[in-house]
């Protein structure tokens, strides 16, 4: 396994600007073994969303699955699937990191 640093070049195999960089894994503070989701349905025809949490799920895979099926099944469709993260303070609200899906406002 490679160290920490650059590894120049492994992200330019997908044709974007992602930088790759090894890392050692002991630097992580807290991992979520039962994490939540937010899955938002972004309905463009009707300038509508549906908004879903999602709990117990065994994986994002499992997530993704039922929300590529859902959306599949509606034509117009679009959504964006979030982790759910704990906020750090009392008092302060959830935050989202996107996993998938439209990033921005669908709407905008």
Do not use: H, I, Q
């Not at 989701?37 to 908004?51: G, I, K, L, P």
């Amino acid at each position: 396994m490679p160290g920490p640093g650059p590894s120049r070049g492994m992200g330019a195999a997908y044709g974007s600007g992602m930088d790759v960089r090894g890392v050692d894994p002991r630097d992580a503070g807290w991992e979520d073994e039962e994490p939540r989701y937010r899955v938002y349905f972004w309905d463009r025809r009707r300038t509508a969303s549906d908004e879903y949490e999602v709990r117990g799920a065994e994986g994002v895979d499992e997530v993704l699955a039922w929300t590529r099926a859902r959306a599949a099944a509606r034509p117009g469709l679009t959504y964006t699937v979030y982790a759910l993260v704990e906020p750090a303070r009392p008092g302060e609200r959830p935050g989202l990191v996107r996993l998938a899906g439209v990033r921005g406002d669908p709407f905008g």
